[in-house]
């Protein structure tokens, strides 16, 4: 399991080749002091969810076909999804076995936009 500044620095040293690394490293940043849940997760599974989720794939989420891309090429039998909520951002970064990150994906926290909805 990684803490919060070590993913900080992963995302740092991978944003020249994830677009969407710098961003993640921001949300990291703002999110405060609190641990960053995770899981271990089967690549398969996690490939064939968010391949599912890129077909009806919302324009305000960002980094979605490059994890799929990157879900697709990785050798690893397991990686690790690392996701949290902040400021109405939902923000997943994806480690390999390894420490590799191969992904991140930004968008809206629908939790909070369905707690509007239902404000109104």
């Given at each position: 399991?990684?803490?919060k500044?070590?993913?900080?620095?992963?995302?740092?040293e991978?944003?020249?080749?994830?677009?969407?690394?710098?961003?993640?490293?921001?949300?990291?940043?703002?999110?405060?002091?609190?641990?960053?849940?995770?899981?271990r997760?089967?690549?398969?599974?996690?490939?064939?969810?968010?391949?599912?989720?890129?077909?009806?794939?919302?324009?305000?989420?960002?980094?979605?076909?490059?994890?799929?891309?990157?879900?697709r090429?990785?050798?690893?039998?397991?990686?690790?999804?690392?996701?949290?909520?902040?400021?109405?951002?939902?923000?997943s970064?994806?480690?390999?076995?390894s420490?590799?990150?191969?992904?991140?994906?930004i968008g809206?926290?629908?939790?909070?936009?369905?707690q509007?909805?239902?404000?109104?």
């Amino acid at each position: 399991m990684m803490n919060k500044e070590e993913l900080v620095k992963l995302a740092l040293e991978a944003q020249s080749r994830i677009g969407t690394a710098e961003l993640a490293a921001r949300q990291l940043r703002s999110a405060g002091p609190q641990d960053v849940p995770h899981a271990r997760t089967s690549t398969s599974e996690l490939l064939r969810i968010e391949t599912r989720r890129l077909r009806s794939q919302p324009d305000d989420i960002v980094g979605l076909d490059a994890l799929v891309g990157a879900l697709r090429t990785t050798s690893c039998a397991s990686v690790d999804l690392y996701a949290f909520s902040h400021n109405g951002v939902s923000t997943s970064l994806v480690v390999t076995e390894s420490g590799e990150l191969i992904g991140c994906v930004i968008g809206p926290d629908r939790r909070r936009i369905e707690q509007v909805k239902e404000a109104r």
